[in-house]
């Protein structure tokens, strides 16, 4: 049973606009978010993270949102630019778990020039 | 050499041979960890060290032997894998405790024939 979902596999978006990508959860001990990019040939790399006391966090051209009621987080990213090609994962973790990531299927995006 | 790395970055065993899987992190971090990435399937953490000691096995099959000797490398020694181990294998490092924050290596892709 996944406890994390990002049920949309791609995403096709033109350069300059927004790109959204969701990630929905269930388990309701998760209390910490993150979102990771990866690219071919690669490890995932970190980009950014909220805590559950929070519902918006920004840095630069990205912000994730958290709806703790509907058990629901987004990333937005605007401008897209092409370099932001890549497959997108959330993950979630509970306090008491301490280090563990839980993470969702992720989400290719594609954004034309 | 900073950051994650792993090595092999790519391996081809058969179902008889023993083999290892080598991380080393570079970022003084005192939390590593195993994951394994199947075709069309989220990241799994398979084992969590935190000071050298496992804290987490996510019931991974006794097949798969980590090893931890110092903070800064991690092992995997593979045995009698099956074909459906195929996968990508990343390594990851982090501060221990509440951080979600992992930095991942590029990963071993491990065919089993």
């Known amino acids: 049973d996944q406890q994390v979902k990002q049920n949309s596999p791609s995403l096709s978006v033109q350069e300059g606009r927004i790109s959204i990508l969701n990630c929905d959860y269930t388990?309701?001990?998760?209390?910490?978010f993150l979102w990771y990019k990866k690219y071919p040939a690669e490890g995932p790399t970190f980009l950014i993270s909220?805590?559950?006391?929070?519902d918006k966090n920004e840095d630069g051209r990205f912000t994730v949102f958290l709806n703790k009621s509907a058990k629901h987080l987004s990333l937005h990213i605007v401008p897209s630019q092409p370099g932001d090609s890549a497959v997108y994962f959330c993950?979630?973790?509970?306090?008491?778990?301490?280090?563990?990531?839980?993470f969702g299927g992720g989400t290719r995006v594609l954004v034309k020039p | 050499e900073t950051g994650v790395t792993q090595t092999p970055r790519h391996l081809v065993m058969g179902m008889t041979n023993k083999k290892s899987l080598k991380c080393e992190q570079h970022?003084?971090?005192?939390?590593m960890y195993w994951y394994k990435q199947s075709a069309k399937k989220p990241l799994e953490l398979m084992f969590v060290?935190?000071?050298?000691?496992?804290?987490e096995n996510n019931s991974v099959p006794s097949r798969f032997s980590p090893e931890c000797p110092n903070s800064s490398h991690l092992f995997l020694h593979l045995h009698t894998l099956q074909p459906e181990d195929s996968a990508l294998y990343l390594c990851?490092?982090?501060?221990?405790?509440?951080?979600?924050?992992?930095?991942f290596g590029p990963g071993t892709r491990l065919t089993v024939t």
């Open positions: 990851a490092s982090s501060h221990s405790g509440r951080s979600g924050e992992q930095y």
């Open positions: 388990n309701s001990m998760f209390d910490y």
């Open positions: 909220i805590s559950s006391i929070k």
């Open positions: 993950a979630a973790s509970a306090g008491a778990a301490g280090n563990k990531l839980t």
């Open positions: 970022l003084g971090h005192n939390a």
């Open positions: 060290y935190n000071f050298k000691e496992q804290t």
